[in-house]
């Protein structure tokens, strides 16, 4: 692992423990985006949040936390472009 890839897996343990706190605990967290209690531990001993997820905590941390932060190699930029309409119409063309 690099110095860079330790840096990043650090700063997406601190952006789920954020979102933990704004959500008002791990209890709610856990509740607000419908995972198991377990979840952020294993998120956190993985170093990883899984990016189906990501969407869930952006949403109810009101964006304060971003899908960027959480998982920053998937380009969520082109998603964020597209319109569910369109990313379906693509998934069925593809």
């Not at 979840?39 to 109810?60: K, L, N």
Request: glycine share 8%.
């Amino acid at each position: 692992m690099t110095k860079t890839d330790a840096t990043s897996n650090n700063d997406i343990v601190a952006a789920l423990d954020e979102a933990i706190a704004l959500c008002g605990g791990a209890k709610a967290f856990v509740e607000r985006i419908h995972v198991a209690s377990s979840s952020p531990a294993m998120w956190r001993r993985r170093q990883s949040v899984p990016a189906d997820h990501c969407p869930s905590i952006e949403r109810e941390t009101g964006g304060k936390v971003r899908c960027e932060r959480l998982r920053p190699k998937v380009d969520w930029g082109y998603l964020r472009k597209s319109s569910p309409v369109q990313l379906a119409e693509g998934a069925q063309q593809g």
